[in-house]
C-alpha cells in the first residue's frame, strides 16, 4: 500500500474546472490483473463520502484517475483535503499481484485559462520500494502526456507535452527499446507505439515524447511509458511533464526500475 502525503479536490464555480484536483497515474506492467483501490481520508482521519474508488487494472493497461465528475468515475469524493491511501490486491485467490508503478500530483487553480495550466506540484509517493538509480534491464513511468491539445481549456502555450531525459551511466552504448500505451481514460486505450533509442556511454539523450514517437504529435492521450533494453545497463532517467513552453505547469517523474 502507498500513501500519498497531500490530496485534494476542491470545486469552482465552473463544473469540471476545480480550484485544487488530484491526479494519480497507475499502470500496470505486469502479468496479472490488480484490483486497485483508493482511500480518501478528511483532515480529520475519517474517510470521506463516496470513498473508496475501486477498479480493476488489466495487464499493461494504464489510469489517469483525478476526481473530476465523469472524468475516470461518474461520482468520486468531492470537496475535501487530507490524503489518500492507494493498494492493490489480486483478482483471484489463485493470482499474485505486486504494487504497481504510480505517480501523483495536484492541479486545478479553477477556471480556463488556469485550469490545469499553471504550477502543479508532484506528491511523493510514500512506502514504496522504487528504484531510480542502478542497473536494470526495464525502467517504467506509469504516467505520460505526450501530447495534448483541446481549443478550450488546454490550448496552444497551455497545451501538454512530456520531455524525457536519459543518461547512459555504463561503459558501453545502450540500445533501448520504448513503449507507450495509451491509457484506459481514452478510446484508443491500450494501443501501443514502439520506438528505438541508442545512447553512447557518458552521454545523454533528450527530447519530448512527440518528437521520439513522431505518430503522437497530434494526437491527443494519456499513457503509461515502458523502457527496455537486452542486458543489465545504468542508465539515469527523468521525465517532465509540462505546458508546451515548458514555462506553466510542470510535474516531474524518476522511474521504476522492475527487473
Not at 490530496?7 to 465552473?14: F, G, K
Not at 499493461?60 to 490524503?83: E, L, M, R, Y
Not at 489518500?84 to 479553477?110: K, R, Y
Not at 509540462?242 to 527487473?259: E, K, M, T
Request: charged content about 10%.
Amino acid at each position: 500500500m502507498y500513501r500519498i502525503a497531500r490530496a485534494l479536490h476542491i470545486d469552482s464555480n465552473v463544473p469540471g474546472q476545480p480550484l485544487w484536483d488530484t491526479l494519480t497515474g497507475i499502470a500496470n506492467p505486469y502479468g496479472v490483473a490488480a484490483q486497485v483501490t483508493i482511500h480518501c481520508y478528511g483532515l480529520d482521519g475519517r474517510e470521506v463520502p463516496k470513498s473508496p474508488l475501486i477498479f480493476t487494472l488489466q495487464p499493461g493497461h494504464s489510469i489517469a484517475n483525478t476526481f473530476i465528475k465523469n472524468n475516470t468515475f461518474p461520482d468520486p469524493p468531492q470537496n475535501w483535503q487530507g490524503h489518500l491511501t492507494v493498494g492493490f490486491a489480486a483478482t483471484s485467490p489463485f493470482g499474485t499481484v505486486q504494487d504497481l508503478p504510480t505517480m501523483a500530483c495536484l492541479g486545478g487553480n479553477g477556471p480556463t485559462p488556469l485550469n490545469w495550466n499553471y504550477a502543479t506540484p508532484t506528491a511523493p509517493i510514500l512506502g514504496s520500494s522504487q528504484q531510480t538509480l542502478g542497473p536494470g534491464t526495464r525502467w517504467v513511468f506509469p504516467y505520460a502526456i505526450p501530447y495534448f491539445d483541446d481549443p478550450v481549456q488546454h490550448h496552444d502555450v497551455h497545451s501538454y507535452r512530456t520531455g524525457l531525459s536519459i543518461t547512459n551511466l555504463d561503459t558501453k552504448p545502450a540500445n533501448l527499446t520504448l513503449v507507450y500505451t495509451v491509457s484506459d481514460t481514452y478510446p484508443q486505450q491500450g494501443q501501443q507505439f514502439t520506438t528505438t533509442l541508442e545512447i553512447n556511454p557518458g552521454a545523454t539523450a533528450v527530447g519530448q515524447l512527440h518528437e521520439m514517437f513522431p505518430v503522437l504529435a497530434g494526437f491527443n492521450s494519456e499513457g503509461w511509458l515502458d523502457i527496455t533494453h537486452a542486458q543489465p545497463v545504468s542508465l539515469m532517467m527523468y521525465l517532465l511533464a509540462a505546458n508546451r513552453d515548458y514555462q506553466y505547469l510542470g510535474f516531474s517523474q524518476s522511474p521504476w526500475i522492475l527487473a
